[in-house]
């Protein structure tokens, strides 16, 4: 079975500092990976995917990730932190094979320090 | 373009009573759509998800159901609602592509009290 796991319940990071989100990935057959972004009382917003071709995806906002399938890990980066950062942050896992079921990690809370 | 809309988007429910939450998706046909849970301080939990009008998938067992009864509604209810029950509510869907992105409604605040 496919599973997700994002480490660290809260990252804290200065502004201007680099931003890290973990996501490790359980998965018997290639995935397709996905960061989703939620701030305070919204519905989820897609940051980036990961589908094929490409393992370095960008995507909004700066955020970008990596897929390494020898690692079974799809890390959030962002260079420079910026106070709107702050959010929730999702990272999921849709297996190859199915066309309707994707599972989220339980989720990471990304504060900003001034 | 494609929308989402889910309501109500907050409600107070006591204990033991009926729960119906709406989410209708425009713009599209035949979508997958999806109900999430988000407890307080947890992560998204998927509760049900349907491929197509009538077809509902579970994914754990509880006090909710699903119902599909057009295309593009997605109904979840409950008869007698629980404390356990309270949390946050997404309605979701996406493309009947493998491939394809999951999109979120804005989300509907349930307490139960």
């Known amino acids: 079975a496919q599973s997700v796991t994002q480490l660290g319940s809260h990252v804290s990071v200065s502004e201007g500092a680099l931003v890290l989100l973990r996501c490790n990935y359980s998965?018997?057959?290639?995935?397709?990976l996905f960061w989703y972004v939620q701030y305070p009382n919204q519905g989820l917003q897609l940051l980036l995917k990961?589908?094929?071709?490409?393992?370095l995806v960008k995507g909004i906002n700066g955020f970008e990730a990596e897929f390494k399938k020898s690692e079974t890990s799809f890390h959030l980066t962002k260079p420079s932190a910026h106070m709107s950062d702050a959010a929730e942050y999702f990272c999921?896992?849709?297996?190859?094979?199915?066309?309707?079921?994707?599972?989220f990690g339980s989720g990471t809370r990304l504060s900003i320090r001034p | 373009s494609q929308t989402i809309h889910q309501w109500p988007a907050t409600l107070v429910q006591p204990v033991g009573s009926p729960l119906s939450l709406e989410c209708t998706v425009e713009?599209?046909?035949?979508?997958?759509l999806y109900w999430y849970r988000q407890a307080a301080g947890r992560g998204l939990q998927l509760l049900f998800y349907s491929v197509g009008i009538g077809q509902i998938s579970s994914e754990v067992p509880q006090n909710l159901s699903a119902s599909r009864p057009q295309d593009r509604q997605f109904i979840l209810s409950s008869k007698k609602l629980l404390l356990s029950d309270s949390g946050f509510y997404l309605c979701a869907w996406s493309e009947p592509l493998k491939e394809n992105t999951i999109y979120f409604g804005e989300g509907s605040w349930l307490t139960v009290v």
């Open positions: 990961y589908t094929t071709g490409a393992t």
């Open positions: 998965s018997s057959v290639p995935p397709y």
């Open positions: 713009g599209t046909s035949n979508p997958n």
């Open positions: 999921a896992v849709r297996k190859y094979s199915s066309a309707s079921k994707i599972i």
